[in-house]
T-cell receptor, first 113, second 114 residues
Framework: AQSVSQHNHHVILSEAASLELGCNYS??????LFWYVQYPGQHLQLLLK??????LVKGIKGFEAEFIKSKFSFNLRKPSVQWSDTAEYFC???????????FGGGTRLMVKP | DAGVIQSPRHEVTEMGQEVTLRCKPI?????LFWYRQTMMRGLELLIY????????DSGMPEDRFSAKMPNASFSTLKIQPSEPRDSAVYFC????????????FGDGTRLSIL
């Protein structure tokens, strides 16, 4: 069975600070990896995804994530956060045949203006 | 391109009543997922369908919950009888049936059982 761990449950940053949210998964085979964002009161939206190729993936709104296979990690980064980045961030993995996703528990990010 | 459409957006009802949540997936998507989100338990997958067939319903909490997908463009999640602990936001998502395709989420139904 696959699982996803997001170790930071809550993160508080000031505007312009750099962001890194951790995501580790357990699955020994080929994986597809996703980061979703959920703004307050809204639905989950795709930030970025990794299937193959360059392990450094760039997404929307200046976010990027790096797949490190040896560490089973897919951490999300942004060099300079904005107040509007306040949201909950979910890492998800698909390692099975089929397209069911396993989500991490989410990280709540608060950016102070 | 219309996204995943869920109705109603909000539902408030008394315990014991039947609740039906509806979802229209994105046209051309043949996988559909129902999730429940609460503060305590986070995001939970309840059930998912491929080509209208239920594939995994292990997340359905109990027999009071049932889901159907009579055709490719419509699914329902029913709770009967409803209980206060069912209060949550219920999301529907759809995707193409391939492991590298992202899921697209609807706006959710915020359910409150009094």
């Amino acid at each position: 069975a696959q699982s996803v761990s997001q170790h930071n449950h809550h993160v508080i940053l000031s505007e312009a600070a750099s962001l890194e949210l951790g995501c580790n998964y357990s699955y020994g085979g080929t994986v597809n990896l996703f980061w979703y964002v959920q703004y307050p009161g809204q639905h989950l939206q795709l930030l970025l995804k990794y299937f193959s190729g360059d392990p450094l993936v760039k997404g929307i709104k200046g976010f990027e994530a790096e797949f490190i296979k040896s560490k089973f990690s897919f951490n999300l980064r942004k060099p300079s956060v904005q107040w509007s980045d306040t949201a909950e961030y979910f890492c998800a993995v698909n390692g099975n045949a089929g397209n069911m996703l396993t989500f991490g528990g989410g990280t709540r990010l608060m950016v102070k203006p | 391109d219309a996204g995943v459409i869920q109705s109603p957006r909000h539902e408030v009802t008394e315990m014991g009543q039947e609740v039906t949540l509806r979802c229209k997936p994105i046209s051309g998507h043949n996988s559909l997922f129902w999730y429940r989100q609460t503060m305590m338990r986070g995001l939970e997958l309840l059930i998912y369908f491929n080509n209208n067939v239920p594939i995994d319903d292990s997340g359905m909490p109990e027999d009071r919950f049932s889901a159907k997908m009579p055709n490719a463009s419509f699914s329902t999640l029913k709770i009967q009888p409803s209980e206060p602990r069912d209060s949550a936001v219920y999301f529907c998502a759809s995707s193409r049936a391939s492991s590298n395709q992202p899921q697209h989420f609807g706006d959710g139904t915020r359910l409150s059982i009094l």
